[in-house]
């Protein structure tokens, strides 16, 4: 409700209208008038009063229409109306509150019962006002509140969908706008680490299916744990094997020093366990390949399953050189020693003819890092 508020007196009697414009206007409020009902209707309409005083005896249209027009009309807010007639019949009075009035005063006017009704009303409007202002807040809050959370639902999906090849950190990141969609397809440079476990199909075998199944779970838990503390992503594991790559969804200076040092804390890892596992009667070690280059990158599938893949000749050089690794070896290409050779105790192995490759391919053996 404006300040001040805002009054429109609808009579035909211009001496009506001037008493009520000189006692209304003492008590500061803005009024303004119409000399009929047709002029009010156009009036209410236009300015949007705050209170109406309205006339019942008019030409053209009387004060009983004016009401229930103004009441009928959606577009109309709800403004306080006081009838105000000559009359003493109280079937007049009933016919203007039944049509839409919310009081009335008989003429002649009393000043105190105008000023009293008047501030009454106005009061109403003013509790109205504030109430329909919570509303819209509301809706606002809540056309909001729907909008964040679809977005956090689409961002939940999103990073369950992307936490199946990432870790927590990196997905969280690529949803957050840390990184780009790594599910496009891309190419780049990465470190890629091939695990496999060496005796396992022999295992499998002779063990029962709930003994290979605990293996696998120590395995794989034991690895995951390893690849994710690094922020390794995991590419895919099929039973013993497992293919993690670096630099990839985003990109990390020291991708090479982490496949190696990764590796190191799996191979250690796994020796404990495999310990434990020869002293239950399995003979089993791990065999670690990696190597590096570059590979295009991206999902990988159809509707309703998608991989995420990394396809280039730096991946099957990675399968091969752990193809090749004996139990507990590590092996690495050239390339990759190139860049780690300060840090890193090797030993070099003749060179290896792999499938696939058409020259001998340059291998070494990691012992560990250097002191």
Not at 198 to 222: D, K, N, S
Request: proline share 5%.
């Amino acid at each position: 409700m404006r300040t001040p508020p805002r009054i429109l007196i609808v009579d035909d009697n211009a001496t009506n209208v001037k008493v009520l414009q000189a006692r209304l206007g003492s008590e500061g409020y803005e009024v303004v008038s119409a000399a009929d009902g047709e002029e009010g209707l156009a009036a209410a309409r236009t300015l949007a009063p705050d209170l109406i005083l309205l006339d019942l005896m008019m030409p053209k249209i009387d004060g009983i229409e004016v009401c229930k027009r103004l009441r009928a009309d959606p577009a109309f807010p709800f403004t306080p109306i006081i009838i105000v007639t000559a009359m003493a019949d109280l079937k007049d009075v009933v016919a203007g509150l039944e049509a839409g009035g919310d009081e009335y005063l008989t003429k002649p006017v009393d000043h105190a019962a105008l000023a009293a009704r008047v501030r009454s009303m106005l009061r109403i409007k003013a509790l109205h006002d504030e109430v329909e202002a919570l509303v819209a807040q509301m809706k606002g809050w809540n056309a909001t509140l729907e909008q964040r959370v679809a977005t956090q639902v689409a961002e939940l999906e999103r990073v369950g969908r992307l936490r199946r090849f990432f870790s927590p950190q990196l997905a969280e990141a690529i949803v957050s706008g840390g990184a780009e969609d790594p599910l496009q397809s891309h190419r780049r440079e990465i470190t890629v680490v091939f695990l496999d476990l060496r005796g396992f199909t022999a295992f499998a075998e002779i063990a029962e299916p709930e003994e290979v199944m605990g293996v696998l779970r120590q395995y794989h838990g034991a690895a995951g744990e390893l690849i994710l503390a690094h922020e390794g992503t995991l590419e895919h594991f099929t039973g013993d094997g497992m293919m993690i790559f670096f630099n990839d969804p985003v990109p990390v200076a020291d991708a090479a020093e982490r496949a190696v040092r990764m590796s190191l804390a799996i191979r250690e890892r796994i020796g404990s366990l495999a310990d434990a596992w020869l002293r239950r009667g399995y003979s089993l070690g791990l065999g670690i390949g990696i190597a590096q280059g570059f590979a295009t990158l991206g999902a990988i599938g159809f509707e309703g399953r998608w991989d995420y893949g990394a396809i280039g000749t730096v991946t099957n050089l990675a399968a091969r050189l752990c193809g090749e690794a004996a139990s507990h070896q590590i092996l690495i290409s050239r390339k990759v020693h190139a860049q780690l050779e300060p840090m890193l105790e090797v030993d070099p192995v003749p060179a290896l003819n792999l499938k696939g490759f058409q020259r001998p391919v340059d291998a070494f053996s990691v012992r560990g890092i250097k002191s």
